[in-house]
């Protein structure tokens, strides 16, 4: 596994596409807490997804002819989400598997492996977050900037005082949704979480 700088945590955005000499792919990033391993992440996605192993690629791994890559990223700093998992999906396979955010794998991720996950929440705000736990309850929430000692975290710890609960529908209200994706890349604007209300 490789490693990945702080600053990169939230400013890559889950809805930049990417070209990887094949069809343009959508990003999606889940913060985990434990190392995990090729094999789980393949199997997971086959349990969960209906897809075959031939189907699913390690991204640095060269194939093109697969419907999903990901990348796991392991951060050596002390963080309470130690890992960034990070899937690459076809637009058209994000269409057929009904894909269209993060918190849709991260739910799935919840059910198969009983982990909690983070996700960004697609607002502008660098620090906040959508937290999914161990028991698939949602929670809006902040990070810990700073340490015991007022130097900046570099690794990504949870506030846990701020966590307010959501529910599902109100959380997806502020994710790109099946419309997003049947809009022509062209035209498509770069998602934003937009909600006043929101946190």
Known sequence: MDDKPRENVKSIGLFISLKQGRETDMIFILQIKNKIKDRQVVNFLVSQFSLTQKDIGELMSGKTDTK?????FCRECPSEFKVELTFFIKEEVCLELEIFNSLIIALSFVDYFSRAVVINDESQDPYRWI????FKKIFVTDEVIYDDNGLFNEGLFIDYSTAKEITINSAMKVLPDRDYYLTKATDRPVFYNQDPTWG
């Not at 937290?131 to 161990?134: D, P």
């Open 68 to 72: 999903i890559n990901y990348q796991i």
């Open 131 to 134: 937290l999914v736990n161990e």
